[in-house]
């Protein structure tokens, strides 16, 4: 776990955002464009069709809970990190609604790492 927060506190100083770009994503996490692909399964880049550009982003919420999911710590850690994580307004409390979009984003998570779809 030490390592998942390490990554998270870069990419807490490096983006404004929860979403990544390819560019942005290679240069927190020193992974190649074939692990982006890997989270970037729905394309839901930008399109900014007007401009024929497309720019490939990735949930960066869902991409940590993937990590903290299939790292091999403890459940507890696994947890504690999740928790903190979701408690974004630092109230040390889950909201029900923060808890549903954190089972939503491991779930989400889970289906990207086995790529499975909708259908």
């Known amino acids: 776990m030490g390592r998942i927060r390490t990554l998270h506190k870069g990419f807490q100083m490096l983006s404004e955002s929860f979403a990544l770009n390819q560019k942005e994503f290679e240069q927190i996490f020193t992974y190649d464009e074939a ?16 401009f024929n550009l497309h720019l ?3 949930d960066v919420i869902e991409f940590f809970c993937g990590l903290t999911i299939f790292s091999s ?36 998570a889970v289906a990207k790492t086995f790529a499975f779809t909708d259908e």
């Open 35 to 50: 692990v982006f692909v890997l989270w970037d399964t729905d394309n839901n880049g930008i399109a900014f069709e007007f």
């Open 73 to 108: 710590s403890r459940v507890e850690d696994k947890i504690r990190f999740l928790f903190e994580f979701f408690d974004m307004n630092e109230n040390n409390y889950l909201e029900e609604c923060d808890i549903q979009f954190m089972f939503l984003s491991c779930i989400n």
């Open 56 to 58: 490939g982003l990735i």
